[in-house]
């Protein structure tokens, strides 16, 4: 059966270290992966999108990896600060890059970042 | 950027009644809407895909009839929780892309509608 799993339902960081999250996914073989912050009670918000064919992307503090052969991506938050709190959901399209925008959620890792 | 703002933000209804969730794209026209449920610490699930004009398709388990979706302009969207019940209380957020399919890109979500029905 197709997964998203991103392996920590929560991590607690110190301020200033980098944060690592981790998602995994199973028979799907997306063209993208997408990653989204979402704080209480709110919509989430886009952060950045990593295509097949890239290995890395960085936006400002953020860094994002993507390994098709492993199934993974991997979601770098560096000198990480209590702003940066809250749940972060990877997502991509499970229709193989149709270019359809129904994106499939992961569950989310929540971050605290621990002043 | 773009926006997408959804109303109301929080209602609470009696069982039995129905409730209507608009989402609106404020800055650009919206091609496709999507509306989601999220329980709490599990992901957002897709309940249905709507464009401007044309019926809504539902994913799979979403009662058609139960949930109904309006898309009748670029910019509105509007979700109807009929005859709700206590187990219809949920997050509702929508989404909304920029673009027609065939192309790859974020998507802009509303602030989400928490709905609790006694």
């Known amino acids: 059966s197709q997964k998203i799993e991103q392996n920590s339902e929560a991590l607690n960081i110190q301020e200033g270290k980098t944060a690592t999250l981790t998602c995994n996914y199973t028979?799907?073989?997306?063209?993208?992966l997408q990653w989204y912050r979402q704080d209480p009670g709110r919509g989430p918000v886009f952060l950045l999108l990593?295509?097949?064919?890239?290995k890395e992307k960085r936006k400002e503090r953020l860094k994002v990896t993507f390994d098709t052969t492993l199934k993974q991506s991997l979601f770098h938050i560096t000198a990480s600060q209590p702003a940066d709190s809250a749940t972060y959901l990877c997502?991509?399209?499970?229709?193989?890059?149709?270019?359809?925008?129904?994106?499939?959620f992961g569950k989310g890792t929540k971050l605290s970042v621990i002043p | 950027g773009a926006v997408v703002s959804q109303h109301p933000s929080r209602v609470i209804c009696k069982s039995g009644t129905s409730v209507k969730i608009e989402c609106r794209s404020l800055?650009?026209?919206?091609?496709?809407m999507f509306w989601y449920r999220q329980f709490p610490k599990q992901s957002l699930m897709l309940m249905a895909t709507?464009?401007?004009?044309?019926?809504?398709?539902?994913e799979q388990g979403v009662e058609k009839d139960k949930f109904l979706i309006n898309h009748a302009s670029l910019t509105l969207s509007t979700l109807t929780v009929t005859s709700a019940h206590p187990e219809d209380s949920s997050f509702y957020i929508c989404?909304?892309?920029?673009?027609?399919?065939?192309?790859?890109?974020?998507?802009?979500f509303g602030e989400g509608s928490r709905l609790t029905v006694l």
């Open positions: 997502a991509l399209d499970p229709f193989s890059g149709a270019g359809s925008y129904q994106l499939t």
């Open positions: 989404s909304a892309s920029r673009y027609l399919t065939g192309r790859t890109g974020e998507l802009f």
């Open positions: 990593i295509r097949e064919n890239e």
């Open positions: 709507s464009n401007e004009g044309s019926k809504a398709t539902y």
């Open positions: 028979n799907y073989s997306p063209a993208y």
């Open positions: 800055d650009f026209q919206a091609t496709t």
